[in-house]
């Protein structure tokens, strides 16, 4: 079973500012087959990035997403205050899926 | 547009039982597997169990046992059919829709459990 460790667990930046986030699996997955998902109080989980760097419809070119094998990363610039939410990584490339535990990324 | 609305959340007691319902739109739904995917402050994020499009059932080591998942394909509806209720089982449940491959591209709005005496 695949463990996703993502870090920080909170990160706290200025509006303008960019964000960095990290998610390290325990096992190289299988064709980087890594989401990223934003989550905001109250509202379902929103697909952010899907086989790790691919931009899902509608998601600002302000999201990036890069990594491979064990290492990814999701790049946030530009940050805006309607950013602040948590954020989770998902691979799925091999069976069970798995989350990461999240980052919670504050705008100040 | 696709369209996944829960329905079926609520109060239960521990040990109780309880069915989540998911009504699908905007797809071909015999073609695609669903999720079923928890969320709590806690815990995040938690895979809960699929249903694939051969109909095939998927379920995490965790949730074998006590949940059952099922579709209706003539009425579009999904089913999460949970038993042995614990307090650990308290979340927002909701139902995704997967691609291929897997990812979860399209979420329902989510319906509250919770798990108390």
């Known amino acids: 079973e695949v463990v996703l460790t993502q870090s920080p667990g909170t990160l706290s930046l200025s509006a303008g500012e960019g964000a960095t986030l990290s998610c390290r699996a325990s096992q190289s997955v299988p064709n980087n087959y890594l989401a990223w998902y934003q989550k905001r109080p109250g509202q379902a989980p929103r697909l952010l990035i899907h086989d790790a760097s691919s931009r899902a419809t509608g998601i600002p070119d302000r999201f990036s997403g890069s990594g491979s094998a064990t290492d990814f990363t999701l790049t946030i610039s530009r940050l805006d205050p309607e950013d602040s939410a948590l954020y989770y990584c998902?691979?799925?490339?091999?069976?069970?899926?798995?989350f990461g535990r999240g980052t919670k990324l504050e705008i100040k | 547009e696709v369209q996944l609305l829960e329905s079926g959340g609520g109060l239960v007691q521990p040990g109780g039982s309880l069915r989540l319902s998911c009504q699908a739109g905007g797809f071909i739904f015999s073609n695609y597997a669903l999720s079923w995917v928890r969320h709590t402050p806690m815990r995040g994020l938690e895979w809960v169990s699929a249903i694939g499009a051969d109909g095939k059932t998927h379920y995490p080591d965790s949730m074998r046992g006590r949940v059952t998942v099922s579709r209706d394909i003539s009425r579009n509806m999904f089913y999460l059919q949970m038993n042995s209720l614990r307090a650990d089982d308290t979340a927002v449940y909701y139902c995704?829709?997967?691609?291929?491959?897997?990812?979860?591209?399209?979420w329902g709005q989510g319906v509250l459990v919770t798990v108390s005496s």
């Open positions: 995704a829709k997967e691609g291929p491959p897997p990812f979860f591209d399209y």
């Open positions: 998902h691979q799925y490339g091999i069976a069970p899926h798995a």
